[in-house]
T-cell receptor
């Protein structure tokens, strides 16, 4: 099956610092990558959709200057949480899709648990 | 707007029994896909099974099968011969022109 690697799995940082999370599709080319946020005991909330080589599309209410997304290649997307604050503490999870020819199935990374002190 | 409803917040099932997790959906898009994902306590989202809106047969993947009833707009997941390792959160999701929408999930606990 398709494998998506997400790194790091856990980050603890001080308030005001920036954190970068990487998402890689290891065995397929991802036309689209997605970034989600998940609060405890809740479902996934889509933050943004990114296509290789173009600007990410952010969901309503998600600050694009706060959550910078770069989709530099067909196998790599990064999410940078800039000037992180305690309220940004959450579980962030990425997914990658090879598009309609692959039934639009999204394969997920293992997630990153961010704790901002 | 599309919507996914999972009415069972939690379920307790005896090991080796079959399990049915409910999922109903609503969309005006005639072309859509339905997915089930498993999320263990470790957090990763594991893809289980896919059903296309035009697929004539119900999808099956090993012990997982999807009971697709298009007229009722339901896409229940059936797990046969449940195992202790099946304990996890299960999310139903739908992909249409509006994007991918997840249900709130069902927390399944398999008891020995």
């Amino acid at each position: 099956g398709a494998v998506v690697s997400q790194h790091p799995s856990r980050v603890i940082c001080k308030s005001g610092t920036s954190v970068k999370i990487e998402c890689r599709s290891l065995d397929f080319q991802a036309t689209t990558m997605f970034w989600y946020r998940q609060f405890p005991k809740q479902s996934l909330m889509l933050m943004a959709t990114s296509n290789e080589g173009s600007k990410a599309t952010y969901e309503q209410g998600v600050e694009k200057d706060k959550f910078l997304i770069n989709h530099a290649s067909l196998t790599l997307s990064t999410l940078t949480v800039t000037s992180a604050h305690p309220e940004d503490s959450s579980f962030y999870i990425c997914s990658a899709s090879a598009g309609p020819q692959a039934k639009n199935i999204q394969y997920f990374g293992a997630g990153t648990r961010l704790s901002v002190l | 707007a599309q919507k996914i409803t999972q009415t069972q917040p939690g379920m307790f099932v005896q090991e080796k029994e079959a399990v049915t997790l409910d999922c109903t959906y609503d969309t005006s898009d005639p072309s859509y896909g339905l997915f089930w994902y498993k999320q263990p306590s470790s957090g990763e989202m594991i893809f289980l099974i896919y059903q296309g809106s035009y697929d004539q047969q119900n999808a099956t993947e090993g012990r997982y099968s999807l009971n697709f009833q298009k007229a009722r707009k339901s896409a229940n997941l059936v797990i046969s011969a449940s195992q202790l390792g099946d304990s996890a959160m299960y999310f139903c999701a739908m992909k249409s022109a509006d994007g991918l929408t997840f249900g709130k999930g069902t927390h399944l606990i398999i008891q020995p």
